[in-house]
C-alpha cells in the first residue's frame, strides 16, 4: 500500500524526515509546504513534489495519508487540528504543543478516530535506551530507587534572539528544545513522576529564554530522579544524553552508543557477570534501511509508516504519551517559577512566561 505524504516546515529536521521517507518504499512525498521564501525557491527548483507557502492550502488541495509536521513549536497545535480536519495521520517533531491545555483539546478530538499521531521523540528508538528499558523492567539491577536523566550540547553559545530559539512565544529555549527529550526520556524509562520539585530554569547566553533546567522528580513508589539539562555546553561536540539508574541489586549508566551495568550478583540469563559488564551498540544494532543521523531516526519513521498501513495505532511516542512529557514540562517551569518569585519576593513572571 503506497502512502501519499505532505511535509510542513522543512528546516533541520523537516529535511531529516524527508530524506528518510523520500526513500521509504511505500511512501510518495507529493506536496512540500514552508514559509521562507528562500527555502520555496529551492524546493521549486531541486523537487517535483507541489510546493505551498500555506499548510491549509496543502491540506486542502492535496489528498492526502498522511503529513509530518516540522515547525516552531508554537505553530503545532493550529496544524495538527487542520490536519484533523483534513482527515490525515499525523507526525509531529516534539514537543507536542507549548501547553497540556491545547494537547488535551486534540487528544479528545482524536477520541474515537482511527487517525495514528505520533511525536519525534525519538530516544525511545534508540537500540541501547530500548535495552536499558528492558533491563529495569526486568529487575535486572532490583528495584530502581533513584535515577538522572541528564543531556548536554553546544546548541546556544551566545544570544540566539534572533532565531525562534531564542524566542519564548514560538517554542523556543532550552526546554522545549533540548530538556523535551531529556524529560520524554526520563518518562519512557520509569513513568511520568507524581510530582516536581527543587525546579531551577536560568539563562546562561540567552536574554530571553532558559539554557539551563534542572528539577528532581518524585515518584510515590519512593524513588525519585534528577533532570539536568544544558544547551551551552562547548565541551560536547553533538548533543548526548546520559541516564544512570541505581538499584537494589546494582546501577546502569547508558547513552546512545553504549551501555554498563553494575551488578551485585550476576545475571547469568543476560550474560553479565558480578561487577561492571560493557555493551555496546554495535553489539545490539539492527540495520535499518536508511541511515541519517541514527537508527533511531528511521525506526521511528517506519514505526509511524507501519502504524498507518496496519490502521493500528500504538502507543508508543503517541500524542497521549507524549501529552505525559507535556506535563511534566509544565510542573517544572511553574515550579521554577514559583521558587525563583519566592527568592527573588516578587511576582513569578520571568520564567512563568513560558506557560503562557
Keep these: 500500500m503506497r502512502l501519499k505524504a505532505g511535509f510542513i516546515g522543512f528546516g533541520r529536521m523537516g529535511i531529516t524526515h524527508f530524506s528518510i521517507l523520500n526513500n521509504h518504499p511505500d511512501v510518495d512525498v507529493v506536496a512540500l509546504c514552508d514559509a521562507s521564501n528562500t527555502v520555496l525557491d529551492a524546493l521549486k527548483k531541486y523537487l517535483s513534489a507541489n510546493i505551498y507557502s500555506d499548510f491549509r492550502k496543502m491540506l486542502a488541495n492535496e489528498q492526502l495519508d498522511f503529513v509530518v509536521i516540522s515547525t516552531p513549536t508554537e505553530s503545532h497545535a ?22 497540556v491545555g491545547d494537547g488535551e483539546k486534540i487528544l479528545s478530538r482524536l477520541a474515537g478516530t482511527s487517525l495514528v499521531n505520533q511525536v519525534g521523540y525519538v530516544n ?184 498507518v498501513q496496519t490502521k493500528e495505532p500504538r502507543n508508543q511516542a503517541n500524542f497521549a504519551e507524549a501529552l505525559k512529557t507535556d506535563a511534566v514540562i509544565e510542573e517544572i517551569a511553574r515550579d521554577a517559577a514559583q521558587s525563583f518569585a519566592a527568592e527573588k519576593k516578587q511576582p513569578a513572571s520571568l520564567f512563568g512566561k513560558i506557560l503562557q
Design 124 to 307: 525511545g528508538f534508540n537500540e541501547i535506551f530500548m535495552e536499558v528499558k528492558k533491563l529495569i523492567e526486568a529487575g535486572v539491577i532490583g528495584e530502581v530507587k533513584n535515577f538522572s536523566s541528564e543531556m548536554y550540547g553546544a546548541t546556544v553559545l551566545k544570544d540566539s534572539k534572533s532565531s525562534w530559539r531564542g524566542k519564548k512565544k514560538m517554542g523556543g529555549g532550552c526546554m522545549y528544545e533540548m530538556a523535551s527529550h531529556c524529560i520524554n526520556l526520563a518518562v519512557y524509562l520509569f513513568g511520568k513522576p507524581d510530582r516536581v520539585t527543587g525546579s531551577v530554569m536560568q539563562n546562561i547566553f540567552s536574554s530571553d529564554v532558559e539554557d539551563l533546567v534542572s528539577s528532581t522528580l518524585v515518584y510515590k513508589g519512593g524513588y525519585s530522579g534528577t533532570i539536568h539539562v544544558n544547551w551551552s555546553d562547548a565541551s560536547y561536540r553533538k548533543p548526548t544524553n546520559i541516564v544512570k539508574a541505581f538499584g537494589t541489586k546494582g546501577k546502569i549508566v547508558a547513552d546512545k552508543h553504549a551501555y554498563k551495568v553494575y551488578l551485585r550478583e550476576p545475571a547469568e540469563a543476560y550474560g553479565f557477570f558480578e561487577g561492571w559488564n560493557t555493551r555496546y551498540i554495535t553489539d545490539i544494532a539492527q540495520s535499518v534501511r536508511f541511515y541519517v543521523r541514527g537508527n533511531e531516526f528511521t525506526r521511528q519513521l517506519d514505526h509511524f509508516v507501519e502504524s
Design 78 to 99: 493550529e496544524i495538527i487540528n487542520a490536519a484533523i480536519d483534513s482527515n490525515v495521520h499525523i507526525f509531529s517533531e516534539k514537543p507536542l504543543c507549548l501547553n
